[in-house]
């Protein structure tokens, strides 16, 4: 990422001074910030380092900036949650909140869903792994909350299948069959995402079961449910640890694409630049 910034800005650096050294158009700016503005707020978002604080503040201010969220209930939820996991840690060292909170960010983010999936993210952990039960969710939440965890909580009890296991099942039948709500599967598939960005801190044995179950069973489910970027994303991860070494050759293959990437980039700016000059004279 800082070389394809450094050769960005080597571009404007060297841009003839006709219209001054400084003078950089809207219409430059808005492929530069196309560019890098999604890309430099995933990678925060997807680091396991980035602090609590960033990953609440970004959460929060995605919800409040769209009229369809009730911020107020979101907010209460969070709050439940951050209490319901206190004292608790990840492998990775952050806050337990940390892993509900960036499911949640996911659901808002990539996949645009609505309040009470949104709450039942945050929450999705609640029953499982705390002393709170379904009735203190349904009783501060409402009941479609309350059994939008539920559900999670149910997959999460599911036995681990083997690869002939999972190629012989249905996934998508065997996840709907326990679950009346297929928001439920938007939350699992969510949920496996962010846990699959943070596997390296795993045990070997417990990488390889993961990423064995996110290939044949999470990736599949994505991809029926219209989510193929996830599908995708999901799908390179489990391979970095199902096959290293094939996805060390697919990596060096995107990383010389990127640098061709970032060379139609430039030419882009150039173009935009000569246009404006045409426009003046």
């Known amino acids: 990422m800082d070389k394809d910034k450094e050769q960005i800005q080597q571009t404007l650096i060297n841009r003839p001074t006709v219209v001054g050294q400084n003078d950089i158009s809207p219409e430059e700016i808005a492929i530069i910030k196309s560019h890098n503005d999604d890309t430099l707020l995933n990678e925060q ?103 939008l965890v539920d559900g999670v909580t149910k997959i999460e009890k599911l036995p681990f299948m083997d690869r002939a296991e999972i190629q012989e099942e249905s996934t998508r039948k065997l996840f709907l069959a326990i679950s009346k709500d297929i928001r439920v599967m938007f939350i699992k598939v969510a949920d496996r995402l962010h846990n699959i960005r943070t596997l390296q801190f795993f045990k070997e044995e417990k990488k390889r079961r993961i990423a064995l ?6 990736a599949s489910l994505a991809d029926r449910l219209g989510m193929h970027a996830i599908k995708e994303e999901l799908e390179d991860h489990a391979l970095a640890y199902l096959d290293p070494y094939a996805y060390e050759e697919i990596e060096a293959f995107l990383a010389l694409k990127k640098l061709l990437d970032v060379s139609c980039l430039a030419t882009q700016i150039q173009s935009a630049r000569r246009n404006r000059l045409g426009k003046k004279t």
Do not use: W
Not at 123 to 135: F, G, M, P, R, W
Not at 213 to 218: A, D, H, N, S
């Open 45 to 147: 978002l997807q680091s396991s380092k980035t602090d609590i604080e960033t990953l609440e503040s970004v959460f929060l201010s995605m919800a409040l900036s769209n009229d369809k969220y009730d911020f107020s209930k979101i907010e209460m939820a969070l709050r439940f949650a951050n209490d319901a996991h206190a004292g608790v840690f990840r492998k990775t060292g952050q806050p337990y909140i940390s892993h509900p909170l960036s499911v949640a960010i996911i659901l808002i983010k990539e996949l645009k869903m609505d309040t009470d999936t949104v709450c039942a993210a945050l929450l999705h952990d609640v029953i499982e792994d705390t002393n709170y039960t379904y009735s203190d969710i349904k009783r501060n939440f409402g009941t479609d909350v309350a059994n």
């Open 213 to 218: 179950e996110t290939m044949y069973v999470y």
